[in-house]
């Protein structure tokens, strides 16, 4: 399985998983360690994004089955790959 240098480093509490999705593409999985009932105690997990190792890319999810659009590593989060979308009101404050 090929390796990544992922720019992120993952919140408190929390780690990342890379599991090979297809040829030459990683899911990453942000991994929360509290236990629920409804997984039977096993770690909590929620797709991230995904990387093409051939092209060097990020993507963000559209689920954990279905790869989104090509994201910038800069416009992603320590939580996701998916783009935030704000109001411009809500831009006009951050």
């Not at 990544?4 to 929360?32: D, L, Q, T």
């Not at 009932?37 to 890319?57: A, E, H, M, Q």
Request: one cysteine or more.
């Amino acid at each position: 399985m090929t390796t990544i240098e992922f720019p992120h480093s993952p919140p408190k509490g929390m780690y990342y998983e890379y599991e090979e999705f297809k040829r030459n593409v990683i899911a990453i999985w942000i991994c929360y360690d509290r236990e629920f009932d409804y997984n039977l105690g096993k770690p909590v997990r929620c797709i991230w994004g995904f990387y093409d190792s051939k092209k060097r890319t990020y993507f963000s999810p559209v689920n954990s089955k279905t790869i989104g659009k090509c994201v910038s590593i800069d416009d992603t989060t320590p939580y996701s790959a998916m783009k935030v979308k704000r109001t411009p009101l809500e831009s006009a404050f951050v």
